[in-house]
Every structure is written in structure tokens, then in C-alpha cells.
């Protein structure tokens, strides 16, 4: 096939940035009277801002509205992008070249805020932006990315997702798109979740080359 636009992650996939997120939750829970539990930060990855806050709230028992949660937590991340956005390396480069020959789309988890910040942070210009907050359902579900394939004025199934996470590669899926998997070491993705990707990437700086191939 030859895609008709490419569809970024952005947590894990452009930033290092699954280990902060979970540092600074971390740090809210335990601040504010709640208690981590086994399997939380697996379960976060992909949600929604309102869905992780009342996760930390309902399920972690911080003593915070959810609303509260997640400022407390999307302003230190903020504070972070603006001293020094964890970019992972060649990640910049990659978009850029993906971009002159595609359009292009980030299609996140992260709040709106942190998306910008990433793309202040970098100079990247992409055709769209969609953060779960913003559509019904975080990842696994496909909403973010039907959208931003919508925003960009194409069919997902003609679009190629780049993911890292169970959930994220199962939201990609579950839309229809072609599916590049960049594992993240730090969490590596289910079994189950690789096995409905096209191909596994070592890192973000191969997949030129491997668009290259599908075209």
C-alpha cells in the first residue's frame, strides 16, 4: 500500500515520556493519601485525561477531585516539556522527513497542553492534532485515531499508525490502520497487541525506511 497520511503517538513513541508520567502520578497518589497499585501504570497507558484522573482518584485513592489530578500532574509535565521535552533521539529528524512526503497527524493520549508543548519544544508542523480528551473514549478504543484520520481528510484504513503501547497498538488496530509497533523498552507491549501489527521497528529513526517498503 501506499499510505495516504502517517498517524504519530506521541508518549513513547516521539517523547520518552511513559516514565515521567508515571513518576509524576506517582508522586500526586502519595502526596495526597492514595496508594499505588500492581498493574496501575499498565492500566493508564492510553487512557484519557478524565479517565486517568479518576483513576487516581477512584482507584489509587488520592484525596483530590479528578479534576484536581490532573492539573496537578499535567502542570508538572508541563513544567518539564518547557525546561527540556524528553525528545527521544532521531525522533525530530524522522517526522520531518516523514512530513515531506505525507501528511501527517499526532494522535495521542496526551492532554492538549502537552501536545503543543512537543511541538514548541521541536518546531514540528503536523496537518492535525487529537488528544483522547478531546474525542468519546481514550485508547484501546479507536477514536483518536479515526479523527485525526478524519482531520486529515483520508480513511484510517489508508493511514499508518506508529505505536508503542498494548493499548495504543489496539486502538490502531481496532481503527484500521496499518500498524508499525515501536516497543517501548521501559514497558514492552503484550503479545497480543504485536500480533495485529504489520511490523516491529527497533526505533522511530527506522520507519522511513520501512514506509519505504509498504509504498
Known amino acids: ?14 517523547v520518552d515520556s511513559e516514565q515521567l508520567w508515571d513518576r509524576i502520578r506517582r508522586e500526586v497518589v502519595a502526596a495526597h493519601g492514595g496508594r499505588w497499585a500492581d498493574g496501575a501504570t ?8 478524565p479517565e486517568w484522573a479518576r ?25 518539564v516539556y518547557a525546561d527540556d521535552a524528553p525528545v527521544l533521539p532521531g525522533a ?19 492532554p492538549p497542553r502537552i501536545i ?5 519544544s521541536t518546531g514540528v508542523s503536523v496537518g492535525a492534532t487529537v488528544s483522547s480528551e478531546q474525542v468519546g473514549a481514550g485508547k484501546p478504543a479507536p477514536d483518536v485515531y ?3 484520520a478524519r482531520m486529515l481528510g ?18 490502531a488496530i481496532a481503527a484500521g490502520t496499518t500498524v508499525l509497533a515501536v516497543p517501548n523498552p ?23 525506511a520501512a514506509l519505504d517498503e509498504l509504498g
Open 92 to 110: 525530530t529528524d524522522t517526522v520531518r522527513r516523514v512530513a515531506e512526503r505525507f501528511p501527517i497527524a499526532i494522535a495521542s493520549s496526551a
Open 146 to 148: 479515526l479523527e485525526a
Open 55 to 79: 483513576y487516581l482518584v477512584e482507584d489509587l485513592g488520592a484525596r483530590l477531585t479528578a479534576d484536581d489530578a490532573a492539573e496537578k500532574v499535567i502542570a508538572e509535565m508541563a513544567r
Open 42 to 49: 499498565e492500566a493508564m497507558q492510553g487512557m484519557s485525561t
Open 1 to 14: 500500500m501506499q499510505p495516504a497520511a502517517v498517524l504519530f503517538d506521541l508518549d513513547g513513541v516521539l
Open 154 to 171: 483520508v480513511a484510517a484504513t489508508d493511514c499508518v499508525a506508529v505505536e508503542d503501547s498494548s493499548n495504543g497498538l489496539r486502538a
Open 116 to 120: 503543543q508543548a512537543f511541538l514548541d
Open 186 to 208: 521501559h514497558f514492552p507491549p503484550a503479545a497480543d497487541a504485536l500480533a495485529g501489527t504489520h511490523r516491529v521497528l527497533g526505533d522511530i529513526t527506522e520507519l522511513p
